[in-house]
């Protein structure tokens, strides 16, 4: 009997283990991420300060279509901000962004808990960047950017309980197209498009997020 029932109570944990990613289920998912850097120059002659601050949140809702298989879109929010000192002054810049994501995401159990995913993603976006010197807003030049960008990236996400995940992003393999358009008073006026294909997928561009599940 008591076999029976150690067999029957594994199952049911291998059962809900994989209940995460079943048809039907809706995942609620998001990361964080967060750099400041600080870096002092001091010559005989002068003294520098360079300042760089980023933070960046990405919430997404998805749904599984069948076993395995998650639709979604996701929400990607930056900020960044560098400043740098002298003697004689400071300047500044200030760049702010959203972008929407749809994603098409498959699943691929390892273990009971540990599954393997491939995303591919859409990505449109607007920005802002904000720029000046010496603390004076009326020398402030505010260009706006748009960008439009596709990729793909592997991940893992490792289930501690059936409805909580920790997941981890390895680099990507993307395309994105930026075009800047500067403001009043910028020192080249003329409109800018840039085109950058990046494949990163070294063990430094490692990017961890949480997910909540919710199974039907």
Known sequence: MRKIFTTALLA???????????????????????????RNE??????????????????????FLNAGLELGA?????????RYKWDEGE???RYNS?????????????????????????????GNQKSGSNGDSSSEVISKSTTLGIGIYPGLTYFVTPKLGFT??????????????????????????????????SPTSVGIGIGYFIAR
């Open 91 to 93: 300047s500044y810049s």
């Open 98 to 126: 959203i972008s929407l994501r749809p994603y098409a995401r498959k699943y691929v159990a390892i273990t009971e808990q540990l599954q393997l995913h491939g995303t591919g993603f859409v990505s449109l976006g607007l």
């Open 42 to 63: 001091t010559n005989v002659d002068y003294r520098d300060l360079h300042s760089s601050r980023s933070i960046n949140l990405n919430p997404s809702v998805g749904y």
């Open 12 to 38: 049911m944990l291998g059962a809900s283990a994989f209940a995460q990613t079943s048809q039907g289920t809706v995942s609620v998912q998001g990361s964080v991420g967060f750099r400041n850097e600080n």
């Open 168 to 201: 981890a992003r390895f680099g990507s393999l993307s395309f994105t197209r930026l075009r800047n358009k500067p403001g009043e008073g910028a020192y080249n006026p003329t409109p800018t498009t840039y085109n950058t294909f990046n494949a990163d997928l």
């Open 74 to 82: 996701g929400l990607g929010l930056e900020h960044n901000a560098y």
